[in-house]
């Protein structure tokens, strides 16, 4: 409850508590409601009253939009065509760059907003409490819209206005936890009533373009690192994952460099306009769905989406960021390196942590690693990548068939070596039988033993030269039982995205373009840093 103190000199609404949200409060599976119920507004103040002032001069932009629909755009000389304009947009896509000159960065970045002063006194607003100085109704408490978006993540919904609206006009309890009174058929506009869906939309847009979802995102990642509920590791986990678009997509033919036809989907362009023939007036072209693309899983698996980065601490299986790649085509090993400077320039207390990031094989590239190490004296360590390597067959020791690309020789009765370690005065790995479950080695009962090993007690051991296997490092062989044990620790990003992407959220999208996107994933993560709090 408020105290008289922190809300000023104005008496706080009364609280209603009814039986349903009394069983509410107590029930072990309703941890959303309990944290709403609990929520610490004078925490999010400053947000508060930042959103009020951007609230203020939405208000006061719309206006002026309302009044521009009566001119024409006659000072706008854009004499660009559809088709013009649809090569344009695919050439100043990040995956269209010459990969020497990076001109468009790889992760998404949203305007920064430089702080201001602001005309709202954050001590002047409370929950229920709201600035009186702008004219006209009042507006919507933000501590009550910002707790029903919050609440829709914690309930396991995708946190964007439809889903808000639909939570609110179902369920009595939720209404009252954020903040709200129900609205009944005949009543005038009140302030303290739920919501209509134009105003949840109006709020998460203001929330976004005022970079404030974004803001709050990093104020609690901070907040959970300042006050020990992350604790400190010093690896790093990545991975992407992908979300479906809200779009779609048209095949677009080019000319590249070397005059070849090439073709690459791209969304669709449209105007923002209101205009109705499009095609004539001086309004600029853009894409529909800025950022999405299409995502290779595999080669018949393909999606239209847009794709995420994630990095996180593996032991803890805490996020620590979520950012959309600028253009969802774009291969997972570029997306790495700037997302880890990125984290580092958000979070500068998470740099001195950091020994080692951990990633799957899109980054098993010795030009990264040695960026890595050289610029941010960070590890990068990977799955092993063979690409196009194939089976070693020839030119093997006795008894043994093939050796895999990944390292492993297997002998003719179907055994998988165990890999001992290295000789490096030899430069040759070497290797040993497997035992069965009595411990006793595989060969003493082998059928293949009296061509193979006739004479050993022990099995067999053999040697296989570096050379044969020109692709693993033998400074660092995956084979080796330090290198699986470090990377047993990377599909923690997995359970990561799995949390974010189904348990707070949803893998489809309801609204396009990058801004969007990132905000989607601000949102995710505040709901599970407040979580993890609780
Ligand atoms: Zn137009």
């Excluded at 002998?411 to 290797?431: L, S, V």
């Amino acid at each position: 409850m408020l105290t008289l103190q922190q809300t000023g000199s104005q008496i706080p609404l009364i609280q209603i508590i009814e039986t349903d949200d009394r069983i509410l409060l107590n029930s072990p599976d309703t941890e959303w409601y309990r944290i709403l119920y609990d929520f610490p507004w004078f925490d999010y103040r400053d947000t508060a009253a930042e959103y009020y002032d951007a609230l203020y001069k939405f208000n006061i932009t719309e206006a002026e939009k309302r009044e521009e629909r009566f001119f024409d755009a006659d000072d706008n000389d854009t004499t660009e065509t559809k088709e013009e304009a649809i090569q344009r947009l695919l050439f100043n896509r990040a995956t269209m760059q010459n990969s020497k000159v990076k001109e468009v960065p790889v992760i998404y970045n949203a305007e920064v907003f430089e702080p201001k002063k602001l005309t709202v006194k954050p001590e002047t607003i409370a929950p229920g409490i709201v600035p009186i100085r702008l004219g006209g109704r009042k507006p919507k408490c933000f501590f009550a819209m910002f707790k029903s978006f919050l609440g829709a993540s914690l309930m396991g919904f995708p946190s964007e206005p439809e889903t808000v609206y639909l939570l609110l006009g179902s369920n009595p309890s939720f209404i009252r936890v954020c903040g709200f009174a129900p609205k009944e058929e005949n009543d005038e506009y009140c302030y303290i009533h739920v919501p209509s869906l134009r105003k949840l939309e109006q709020f998460d847009q203001i929330m976004r373009d005022s970079g404030l979802w974004e803001r709050v995102k990093l104020s609690e990642v901070s907040r959970n690192i300042r006050k020990g509920v992350i604790k400190k590791e010093n690896e790093l986990v990545g991975d992407t994952t992908h979300y479906h678009a809200y779009s779609e997509f048209e095949t677009v033919k080019y000319t590249d460099e070397n005059g070849k036809e090439q073709k690459k989907s791209q969304s669709k362009v449209t105007k923002r306009c209101r205009c109705e023939d499009k095609n004539k007036c001086n309004h600029e072209w853009a894409l529909a769905d800025d950022g999405a693309g299409t995502i290779v899983k595999s080669s018949n698996k393909m999606h239209w989406g847009h794709k995420a980065s994630i990095l996180g601490l593996p032991r803890q299986g805490v996020p620590l960021a979520a950012a959309a790649v600028l253009d969802a085509a774009t291969f997972d090993g570029e997306t790495l390196y700037p997302h880890v400077k990125k984290l580092f320039e958000e979070h500068p207390e998470l740099e001195p942590w950091i020994e080692r990031v951990l990633y799957d094989s899109a980054c098993d590239n010795k030009e990264l690693k040695d960026k890595f190490q050289n610029e941010l004296g960070i590890e990068l360590k990977t799955s092993l990548n063979p690409r196009r390597r194939k089976e070693v067959m020839e030119d093997l020791p006795r008894g043994i068939e093939k050796v895999t690309p990944y390292g492993v020789p297997v002998c003719i009765a179907g055994y998988e070596m165990d890999y001992k370690g290295i000789r490096y005065e030899n430069e040759k790995f070497i290797y040993q039988t497997p035992v069965n479950e009595d411990e006793v080695p595989v060969c003493l009962s082998c059928e293949h033993k009296i061509d193979c090993c006739p004479n050993s007690n022990t099995g067999r051991t053999i040697n296989i030269s570096f050379d044969v296997l020109p692709h693993i490092n033998p400074d660092d062989p995956p084979m080796a039982k330090r290198f699986k044990a470090i990377m047993s620790r990377r599909p923690s990003v997995e359970r990561m995205i799995k949390r974010l992407k189904c348990d707070l959220s949803d893998d489809r999208l309801s609204k396009r373009g990058n801004a969007s996107f990132q905000a989607y994933l601000d949102k995710t993560m505040i709901a599970f840093h407040i979580l993890l709090r609780n």
